[in-house]
């Protein structure tokens, strides 16, 4: 694995969401890594290192999260809150994706530290277009922390 | 009350030390239709009260133990005498009692000697007075009630509206997108058949998606506490015909605006409102020799009216009510739309406190006016 391969976590319960996200991310033009995890129990054991992502190898250390609100098991605002609770999760940015533009929900995830709320548009190039100017703004435009 | 059965004769409580007077009233009362309860001093005369619960009570002003003031105010404290008719009986020159009559909550008075006949007819009367009063507080009470859980229910379909049209959104989301990935990647491979059916989908589902987008926009105003600010009509007017510039240069529009000043509102909804008339106009403008929407102010401080003016094809005044209820579109005109424009536009203007109207008739055009109460005054 190529030290200079960026690594994505993709936390989306809906597959076909995924999915778009995904090819957003594949066509663009920089060479990240995606890791799609289907809910918060999993992402959370991707960042820990538990379960089935007990291989360090098989889960690095993403440089960037994007987490969908709604989500199975483990909410979206419980995994935001477990990576910002935690001392070395928590300067990893999280981008937090929305189908709602509820303003309590924003302001929730803003105080409970999420780095942006992006709501994810209806119109397919829009969407794309969304996916890649959040890549690109926080792989490209701005500086991140060492691992 | 003539007619009236023995056991629904209305019950005179008559509190009075003069024995000799008990005796007149009962007589007098029963023969009248009424029944009657005594009690000769004032504090006997609350404790009959709690007893009978009396529909009247005839009270004395002077008596031993507890006058008859006393014995009012004392009475008016009871939960089930708050609201009984209470007739005083004073002296004929005692303006005084009269007065401190009413401010312990008489009803009415009678001055003594007292006369059978009149007193017949005036407990008749107070009854009559009283009951409805009673039938009054009981429907206010009920419409009062009705009136709470209509507003309830109002809100339960809002949410139910915004909920669901928020979860159709995720679905939406997968629909375009794949959609949008056939069309993209897959167009050659689909054939000319392919190609319509997938453009035809793509076509309906950014149809929804606006319907969509509007019904939650429709369940939104009123549920939000946002805050209010001062907005500039005029920018957001020009801000409007700004995005409608390409249909507006397309269809060779003229567009005039006057000086419309600034109101206090969410501004996304006032955005709301232009851009729903303004695009209706651009929408139902038919084929005008010369187009022409106008967008101005009229009247003066409270009476300011804000107006959008069209010369297109009109609406028969036959629908005028119709087509700010949600859904209701014109079958004779071509256009696209999801019904609930005007809707919105109504919701928005009557959350704020202000009217909308239209005057308009077929092929006259139509100007769409409204008020805003929180206008700014310059």
Same mark, same amino acid.
């Given at each position: 694995?190529?030290?200079?391969?960026?690594?994505?976590?993709?936390?989306?319960?809906?597959?076909?969401?995924?999915?778009l996200?995904?090819?957003?991310?594949?066509n663009?033009?920089?060479?990240?890594?995606?890791?799609?995890?289907?809910?918060?129990?999993?992402a959370?054991?991707? +960042?820990?290192?538990?379960?089935? %992502?007990?291989?360090?190898?098989?889960?690095?250390?993403?440089?960037?999260?994007?987490?969908? %609100?709604? +989500?199975?098991?483990v909410?979206?605002?419980?995994?935001?809150?477990?990576?910002?609770?935690?001392?070395?999760?928590?300067?990893?940015?999280?981008?937090?994706?929305?189908?709602?533009?509820r303003?309590?929900?924003?302001?929730?995830?803003?105080?409970?530290?999420?780095?942006?709320?992006?709501?994810?548009?209806?119109? %397919?190039?829009? %969407?794309?277009?969304?996916?890649?100017?959040?890549?690109?703004?926080?792989?490209?435009?701005?500086?991140?922390?060492?691992? | 009350?003539?007619?009236?059965?023995?056991?629904?004769?209305?019950?005179?409580?008559?509190?009075?030390?003069?024995?000799?007077?008990?005796?007149?009233?009962?007589?007098?009362?029963?023969?009248?239709?009424?029944?009657?309860?005594?009690?000769?001093?004032?504090?006997a005369?609350?404790?009959?009260?709690?007893?009978?619960?009396?529909?009247?009570?005839l009270?004395?002003?002077?008596?031993?133990?507890?006058?008859?003031?006393?014995?009012?105010?004392?009475?008016?404290?009871?939960?089930?005498?708050?609201?009984?008719?209470? &007739?005083? &009986?004073?002296?004929?020159?005692?303006?005084?009692?009269?007065?401190?009559?009413?401010?312990?909550?008489?009803?009415?008075?009678?001055?003594?000697? /007292?006369?059978?006949?009149?007193?017949?007819?005036?407990?008749?009367?107070?009854?009559?007075?009283?009951?409805?009063?009673?039938? /009054?507080?009981?429907?206010?009470?009920?419409?009062?009630?009705?009136?709470?859980?209509?507003?309830?229910?109002?809100?339960?379909?809002?949410?139910?509206?915004?909920?669901?049209?928020?979860?159709?959104?995720?679905?939406?989301v997968? /629909?375009?997108? &794949?959609?949008?990935?056939?069309?993209?990647?897959?167009?050659?491979?689909?054939?000319?058949?392919?190609?319509?059916?997938?453009?035809?989908?793509?076509?309906?589902?950014?149809?929804?998606?606006?319907?969509?987008?509007?019904? /939650?926009?429709?369940s939104?105003?009123?549920?939000?506490?946002r805050?209010?600010?001062?907005?500039?009509?005029?920018?957001?007017?020009?801000?409007?015909?700004?995005?409608?510039?390409?249909?507006?240069?397309?269809?060779?529009?003229?567009?005039?605006?006057?000086a419309?000043?600034?109101?206090?509102?969410?501004?996304?909804?006032?955005?709301?409102?232009?851009?729903?008339?303004?695009?209706?106009?651009?929408?139902?403008?038919?084929?005008?020799?010369?187009?022409?929407?106008?967008?101005?102010?009229?009247?003066?401080?409270?009476?300011?009216?804000?107006?959008?003016?069209?010369?297109?094809v009109?609406?028969d005044p036959?629908?005028?009510?119709?087509?700010?209820?949600?859904?209701?579109?014109?079958?004779?005109?071509?256009?696209?739309?999801?019904?609930?424009?005007?809707?919105?536009?109504?919701?928005?203007?009557?959350?704020?406190?202000?009217?909308?109207?239209v005057?308009?008739?077929?092929?006259?055009?139509?100007?769409?006016?409204?008020t805003?109460?929180?206008a700014?005054?310059?």
């Amino acid at each position: 694995m190529g030290q200079s391969r960026m690594n994505i976590l993709l936390i989306e319960d809906n597959p076909d969401h995924a999915e778009l996200t995904l090819k957003a991310l594949e066509n663009g033009d920089l060479t990240s890594r995606i890791h799609w995890v289907k809910d918060g129990e999993e992402a959370l054991d991707f +960042l820990h290192h538990r379960g089935r %992502f007990a291989d360090p190898t098989a889960a690095p250390r993403p440089c960037l999260i994007l987490l969908d %609100f709604k +989500l199975p098991k483990v909410d979206g605002h419980e995994v935001l809150q477990e990576i910002k609770g935690d001392r070395t999760l928590r300067s990893i940015p999280v981008v937090m994706l929305t189908n709602a533009d509820r303003g309590e929900e924003i302001a929730a995830s803003y105080r409970a530290g999420a780095n942006s709320v992006v709501t994810k548009p209806i119109g %397919f190039p829009e %969407f794309v277009e969304r996916i890649r100017t959040v890549e690109g703004y926080w792989l490209r435009t701005s500086r991140l922390p060492e691992a | 009350m003539a007619g009236n059965g023995p056991e629904t004769k209305p019950l005179v409580l008559v509190v009075d030390d003069d024995v000799a007077l008990q005796m007149l009233a009962r007589a007098s009362l029963e023969q009248e239709g009424f029944a009657v309860e005594e009690a000769t001093d004032g504090a006997a005369g609350v404790e009959a009260f709690s007893r009978f619960h009396p529909d009247i009570v005839l009270l004395d002003v002077n008596m031993p133990k507890a006058d008859g003031f006393t014995v009012c105010s004392r009475i008016r404290q009871l939960p089930e005498g708050a609201n009984t008719p209470v &007739m005083m &009986m004073t002296g004929v020159d005692d303006v005084d009692a009269i007065h401190t009559a009413y401010e312990v909550g008489a009803t009415d008075f009678i001055t003594k000697p /007292l006369n059978w006949v009149l007193l017949g007819y005036r407990l008749r009367y107070v009854r009559r007075a009283s009951r409805i009063r009673e039938e /009054l507080a009981v429907s206010e009470a009920h419409l009062r009630a009705q009136a709470v859980e209509l507003r309830a229910r109002n809100a339960e379909l809002d949410s139910f509206a915004y909920a669901t049209s928020h979860d159709l959104k995720a679905p939406l989301v997968s /629909l375009q997108g &794949m959609s949008g990935l056939l069309l993209d990647e897959c167009f050659q491979e689909l054939g000319e058949q392919g190609q319509h059916y997938v453009e035809r989908i793509a076509a309906t589902v950014g149809q929804m998606a606006a319907l969509i987008g509007n019904v /939650l926009m429709l369940s939104r105003v009123g549920r939000e506490e946002r805050k209010t600010e001062v907005v500039s009509l005029d920018e957001v007017v020009d801000l409007v015909v700004e995005r409608l510039a390409e249909t507006i240069r397309a269809r060779d529009v003229k567009v005039t605006r006057g000086a419309l000043g600034e109101v206090r509102g969410i501004r996304t909804q006032v955005e709301q409102v232009f851009s729903n008339l303004i695009g209706n106009a651009v929408k139902y403008l038919g084929a005008p020799a010369e187009p022409l929407i106008e967008i101005g102010r009229m009247g003066s401080d409270a009476s300011v009216e804000y107006y959008v003016r069209d010369n297109g094809v009109g609406i028969d005044p036959a629908y005028h009510a119709k087509i700010f209820e949600p859904f209701q579109r014109l079958k004779d005109v071509e256009a696209e739309g999801t019904g609930l424009g005007l809707a919105i536009v109504k919701k928005i203007v009557e959350a704020a406190g202000g009217r909308l109207r239209v005057e308009s008739a077929r092929g006259a055009g139509s100007t769409f006016f409204f008020t805003w109460p929180e206008a700014e005054r310059e």
